[in-house]
Structures are given as structure tokens and as C-alpha cells.
């Protein structure tokens, strides 16, 4: 029973430490520069990593809003790279099995028997090899990069509307270094609604002269 209470005690204070962590990484206003008008309320991530750390953020783009996206960290975690991208369910074909089978075929005379040799085994005419290849077919996830920022390295975020809600996933990376130092990289998804276009019908009241 002790031994439970001690175990439940330090997972206790890890999460502590991981929520204080991540509050901390959150009150760090990186590249204020590029938060503009969206609201980053709903969906952003803040998190502290270390030199070759990797991490994924997955969150949900939904239909007729704009969207901005960026990663910022902490300057002594280097060159972070990091990417947008959209998964996406392809067909993928994989070999199963190959089975081969040889066709001989002998020769016959004009009355159609087999002709034989001074041995008395069958002549061959020929040799067809037939070749049977059987297919494994699945469905799999594969990212369809819809942002680099090493192939993007004049812009600092990435702005999207899309047509209908879809999921995506920010995949960040940060270069190798000093294990023991953890700094805070912070995923940004700010939202921008679009203002919808109301049109009004205008009627034409027609007057007339009265006597």
C-alpha cells in the first residue's frame, strides 16, 4: 500500500511539473511580431522540448474561417524546422506472393502422338514460364505537405481557408544540441472568421398622384 501511495505521488508531481511547464511556455510571447489580428485561444500548443526532440500537434481546421499558423521557440534551441501538413488516405499495393509455373509443351507427328527420342522420352517442343502474382491492397495515412518552412524561409507562417473541415497536424523538430537544456517551443493556430456577405432586397414602392 505504501509503495502505491509513494508511486501515485510522483506521477502526481510529474504531472505538476509538466502543467507548471507548459503554463510557463504559454505566458512566453515569441514572434509577437506575427500574432496579427487572430484569435490563438482554441487550439494553439505550448510545450518545453530539448535539442533533438520531435513533436506533433493534430487540430481541426473547420470550414470558411481563416487560419494562421506558426511555430516559435526559444532563440537557444536553434533552427527549428517544422511543417503543415494534411493526412491523407491513399491505396498502397504491396507484393503477396509470386508463383511460377512451367508450361511444356512436346511434339507430335502428323497422326498427333508424342514424338519420343532413342530413349524413349517425350521430345520437347517448348517451355512457357507463367507467372502469377498475388497483391496485398490496404488503405494507409500519408502527410501531404501543405508548408515547409525551409523551403518557405521568406515567410514566418502559414495562412490557409479551407473549403470544409479537415484535420491537420503540425510536426515540429528541434536540431540536435545539449540534451540537458529544455526550452519552450510553442505551436500557434490563430482564427480569423470570415464575415459572411448578407444581401437585402430593396423593394420600389410606386406612388401615384392622388386627387
Given at each position: 500500500m505504501?509503495?502505491?501511495?509513494?508511486?501515485?505521488?510522483?506521477?502526481?508531481?510529474?504531472?505538476?511539473v509538466?502543467?507548471?511547464t507548459?503554463?510557463?511556455?504559454?505566458?512566453?510571447?515569441?514572434?509577437?511580431?506575427?500574432?496579427?489580428?487572430?484569435?490563438?485561444?482554441?487550439?494553439?500548443?505550448?510545450?518545453e522540448?530539448?535539442?533533438?526532440?520531435?513533436?506533433?500537434?493534430?487540430?481541426?481546421?473547420?470550414g470558411?474561417?481563416?487560419?494562421?499558423?506558426?511555430?516559435?521557440?526559444d532563440p537557444e534551441l536553434?533552427?527549428v524546422?517544422?511543417?503543415?501538413?494534411?493526412?491523407?488516405?491513399?491505396?498502397?499495393?504491396?507484393i503477396?506472393?509470386?508463383?511460377?509455373?512451367?508450361?511444356?509443351i512436346?511434339?507430335?507427328?502428323?497422326?498427333?502422338?508424342y514424338?519420343?527420342?532413342e530413349?524413349?522420352?517425350?521430345?520437347?517442343?517448348s517451355?512457357k514460364?507463367?507467372v502469377d502474382t498475388?497483391?496485398?491492397?490496404?488503405?494507409?495515412?500519408?502527410?501531404?505537405?501543405?508548408?515547409?518552412?525551409?523551403?518557405?524561409?521568406d515567410?514566418?507562417?502559414?495562412?490557409?481557408?479551407?473549403?470544409?473541415?479537415?484535420?491537420?497536424i503540425v510536426?515540429?523538430?528541434?536540431p540536435?544540441?545539449?540534451?540537458?537544456?529544455a526550452?519552450c517551443?510553442?505551436?500557434?493556430?490563430?482564427?480569423?472568421?470570415?464575415?459572411?456577405?448578407?444581401?437585402?432586397?430593396?423593394?420600389?414602392?410606386?406612388t401615384?398622384?392622388?386627387?
Open positions: 505504501k509503495k502505491i501511495v509513494i508511486t501515485l505521488a510522483v506521477i502526481f508531481c510529474n504531472l505538476l509538466f502543467i507548471q507548459n503554463a510557463q511556455c504559454e505566458k512566453e510571447k515569441f514572434c509577437k511580431e506575427n500574432l496579427g489580428d487572430y484569435d490563438y485561444r482554441s487550439q494553439s500548443s505550448f510545450a522540448l530539448s535539442p533533438g526532440d520531435t513533436s506533433s500537434v493534430n487540430f481541426v481546421l473547420y470558411n474561417q481563416r487560419y494562421r499558423i506558426f511555430v516559435c521557440s536553434g533552427d524546422s517544422w511543417k503543415v501538413v494534411r493526412p491523407e488516405r491513399v491505396t498502397k499495393r504491396s503477396a506472393s509470386i508463383k511460377k509455373d512451367t508450361a511444356v512436346y511434339q507430335v507427328n502428323e497422326t498427333g502422338d514424338i519420343t527420342d530413349s524413349g522420352n517425350l521430345v520437347v517442343k517451355k514460364v507463367n498475388l497483391w496485398n491492397t490496404q488503405r494507409v495515412a500519408v502527410d501531404k505537405v501543405m508548408f515547409d518552412n525551409k523551403k518557405n524561409s515567410k514566418m507562417f502559414f495562412e490557409v481557408t479551407p473549403k470544409k473541415t479537415e484535420r491537420y510536426r515540429v523538430s528541434i540536435d544540441g545539449d540534451p540537458n537544456f526550452g517551443s510553442n505551436v500557434y493556430i490563430g482564427k480569423l472568421p470570415i464575415e459572411s456577405k448578407n444581401f437585402s432586397k430593396q423593394g420600389h414602392q410606386r401615384g398622384d392622388t386627387h
